[in-house]
Each structure stands twice: as C-alpha cells, then as structure tokens.
C-alpha cells in the first residue's frame, strides 16, 4: 500500500507532466483530492478547463465537485476541482 504523501507526489506529477500545474493539492480524509490553482486576472481560465485537463490526465477520475472562489483584492482568488481516483488507479 502507498502511504498517502507518496501516492500526493505521484498524482501531482503526473499532473505537472501534464502541464497542469495546481499551486495547491490536497488529499482530503475521503481520498478525494482538491486541485486549487490561483489567479489575479483570469486569462480565458475557467474551472471548466481545469476540470476536462484533469479528466485527460486521469480519464477513470471522477469530479466530485469544481467552483471558481472569486474574492476582492487583497484576498485570494482560485479555481478548485476537486477529483477521486478510482482504488485500482495504477501509477
């Protein structure tokens, strides 16, 4: 069994392999992993976009849910898409 911090690196690189680059992703309790990527200005980006990369990169993950979190400046805006690989997920 791969412990849950090498099984993170490997979906993240696989993800950057990808050129899909999260700033941040999380493995949640559940086994469901949440991809956030920020953004100032959202040049053409949409948690749409994220969301059908990621399904290329893992065509059997299912997408548990994807918003954008729009804040006013100074706070922090992003896209979050978060995903659930199937148990028998080879790497």
Not at 48 to 69: D, G, L, M
Request: aromatic share 16%; with cysteine; charged share 30%.
């Amino acid at each position: 069994m791969v412990s849950k911090k090498v099984m993170k690196e490997m979906v993240c690189n696989r993800l950057r392999q990808a050129d899909v680059f999260p700033d941040k992703l999380i493995l949640k309790k559940d086994g469901s992993f949440e991809f956030r990527r920020g953004f100032f200005y959202r040049h053409g980006q949409t948690t749409e976009k994220y969301a059908n990369a990621i399904k290329q990169v893992f065509p059997r993950a299912t997408i548990v849910e994807s918003f954008e979190n729009w804040q006013p400046w100074p706070r922090d805006s992003y896209f979050m898409v978060r995903f659930k690989l199937p148990e028998d997920q080879v790497f």
